[in-house]
């Protein structure tokens, strides 16, 4: 037995609103759910809302986080939370939750495996995605899991502040924190990744750096090179630069897939010291280059992702969908976006539930066996199947 089933309300939160999901839940299931997503708006009163999710869902399986722009089966939604449950005897769950996420971000991801049992087939990660250096925790999850367990999820977001993002595990509304479902059992799982954004312009080297802040390239102020390209645009650093990301190519970016190299978008400029900081690593010695991408290559892709995804099940049948896709690509759409969910759905099937959010920084391997990576830019859709 496996269902799944959304739920979806608007913001102002309040412990009734979560309450109301929770039933809502529930009686769409027509069995109490063994595990849930909670995925909302950074609003006011969301301490609140988990409570009274919490209590009628009666389960400690709760797990989720603040976003830049909730999906459900209703699409997308902004302001607004939605609750994912899951109702099955075919797959278990369990959580595990590291805080302190800014102290050491590689010991984090070890201290959240271990928090896993061994029987842990994929596991799905929701980080603070403004504390949080998501290559570190992947390397201190795969110290501990090796690299063939699947890792896919999202860095949380606070619908574009920048200022403060909340997780959640059970009762408890976390910051600066990764929470992580393990899922074991029998099912099949297929994984799809794709951005739409091409290169543009000469590769360059990156000449200095210091984990995900860029000094230099080609010996020159990161930022001036930015400067150089953007032209009269420049003043709008660095939110323009979210439709120019670097591409890492070369060793660094070496996904084993021929097709895809990592991307990495802007997060914050520092025009004192002529650099920029993206919402990834970029090592030193890489080789990089601008990218850019339109409406129509960017919806292509979330297609494609969804294509890949689903082709990684074979003769499986789809139950479940799962789509974190990057905040960049919520701007660039803007009153598109719909449609990349919308692509998705028809892709797989309009009729399987789905649920995700628009984030700070993707999860996901490029295949299913294979290292995971923190991505940007990029449209990530994991899907879930059985054998019937």
Same mark, same amino acid.
């Given at each position: 037995? *496996?269902?799944?089933?959304?739920?979806?309300?608007?913001?102002?939160?309040?412990?009734?609103?979560?309450?109301?999901?929770?039933?809502?839940?529930?009686?769409?299931?027509?069995?109490?759910?063994?595990?849930?997503?909670?995925?909302?708006?950074?609003?006011?009163?969301?301490?609140?809302?988990?409570?009274?999710?919490?209590?009628?869902?009666?389960?400690?399986?709760?797990?989720?986080?603040?976003?830049?722009?909730?999906?459900?089966?209703?699409?997308?939604?902004?302001?607004?939370?939605?609750?994912?449950?899951?109702?099955?005897?075919?797959?278990?769950?369990?959580?595990?939750?590291?805080?302190?996420?800014?102290?050491?971000?590689?010991?984090?991801?070890?201290?959240?495996?271990?928090?896993?049992?061994?029987?842990?087939?994929?596991?799905?990660?929701?980080?603070?995605?403004?504390?949080?250096?998501?290559?570190?925790?992947?390397?201190?999850?795969?110290?501990?899991?090796?690299?063939?367990?699947?890792?896919?999820?999202?860095?949380?977001?606070?619908?574009?502040?920048?200022?403060?993002?909340?997780?959640?595990?059970?009762?408890?509304?976390?910051?600066? !924190?990764?929470?992580?479902?393990?899922?074991?059992?029998?099912?099949?799982?297929?994984?799809?990744?794709?951005?739409?954004?091409?290169?543009?312009?000469?590769?360059?080297?990156?000449?200095?750096?210091?984990?995900?802040?860029?000094?230099?390239?080609?010996?020159?102020?990161?930022?001036?090179?930015?400067?150089? *390209?953007?032209?009269?645009? !420049?003043?709008?650093?660095?939110?323009?630069?979210?439709?120019?990301?670097?591409?890492?190519?070369?060793?660094?970016?070496?996904?084993?897939?021929?097709?895809?190299?990592?991307?990495?978008?802007?997060?914050?400029?520092?025009?004192?010291?002529?650099?920029?900081?993206?919402?990834?690593?970029?090592?030193?010695?890489?080789?990089?280059?601008?990218?850019?991408?339109?409406?129509?290559?960017?919806?292509?892709?979330?297609?494609?992702?969804?294509?890949?995804?689903?082709?990684?099940?074979?003769?499986?049948?789809?139950?479940?969908? *799962?789509?974190?896709?990057?905040?960049?690509?919520?701007?660039?759409?803007?009153?598109?976006?719909?449609?990349?969910?919308?692509?998705?759905?028809?892709?797989?099937?309009?009729?399987?539930?789905?649920?995700?959010?628009?984030?700070?920084?993707?999860?996901?391997?490029?295949?299913?066996?294979?290292?995971?990576?923190?991505?940007?830019?990029?449209?990530?859709?994991?899907?879930?199947?059985?054998?019937?």
């Amino acid at each position: 037995m *496996f269902k799944a089933a959304t739920v979806r309300v608007e913001a102002p939160f309040s412990q009734e609103k979560g309450a109301g999901l929770g039933e809502r839940l529930i009686d769409k299931l027509g069995h109490k759910p063994d595990v849930c997503w909670l995925f909302c708006s950074a609003q006011k009163d969301v301490r609140n809302l988990l409570k009274g999710v919490h209590d009628v869902v009666n389960t400690d399986n709760l797990l989720g986080c603040t976003t830049d722009g909730e999906i459900s089966s209703e699409g997308l939604s902004s302001e607004s939370a939605v609750l994912l449950g899951i109702a099955t005897d075919r797959i278990d769950f369990h959580l595990s939750v590291a805080e302190n996420l800014s102290r050491d971000c590689e010991a984090a991801g070890r201290k959240l495996a271990l928090g896993l049992p061994k029987s842990t087939r994929y596991l799905q990660i929701f980080s603070d995605g403004i504390t949080g250096n998501g290559c570190a925790i992947l390397r201190g999850i795969s110290s501990v899991l090796g690299e063939d367990i699947p890792v896919s999820g999202g860095a949380a977001g606070d619908d574009g502040r920048f200022v403060q993002t909340w997780q959640f595990a059970g009762n408890k509304i976390l910051t600066d !924190a990764v929470v992580a479902v393990g899922f074991s059992g029998d099912f099949q799982l297929g994984i799809g990744v794709q951005s739409g954004w091409n290169p543009i312009g000469l590769t360059k080297t990156v000449t200095s750096s210091c984990g995900n802040t860029l000094f230099e390239l080609n010996g020159k102020p990161a930022l001036k090179v930015y400067e150089r *390209f953007l032209g009269k645009y !420049a003043h709008k650093l660095p939110s323009i630069g979210v439709e120019y990301p670097l591409r890492l190519v070369g060793p660094a970016g070496d996904t084993g897939r021929p097709d895809y190299c990592l991307l990495r978008a802007t997060m914050s400029v520092n025009w004192e010291k002529g650099s920029i900081t993206f919402a990834g690593e970029i090592p030193e010695g890489a080789k990089v280059s601008l990218t850019c991408g339109d409406i129509a290559s960017v919806l292509h892709a979330s297609e494609e992702a969804a294509r890949l995804a689903l082709s990684d099940l074979g003769n499986a049948r789809v139950a479940m969908i *799962f789509c974190y896709s990057c905040m960049a690509r919520k701007i660039v759409l803007g009153s598109r976006t719909q449609e990349e969910i919308e692509l998705i759905r028809r892709k797989i099937g309009p009729d399987i539930p789905i649920a995700g959010f628009y984030s700070y920084g993707e999860y996901s391997p490029i295949k299913c066996r294979g290292a995971s990576y923190l991505h940007n830019e990029t449209a990530t859709v994991s899907v879930i199947g059985f054998q019937s």
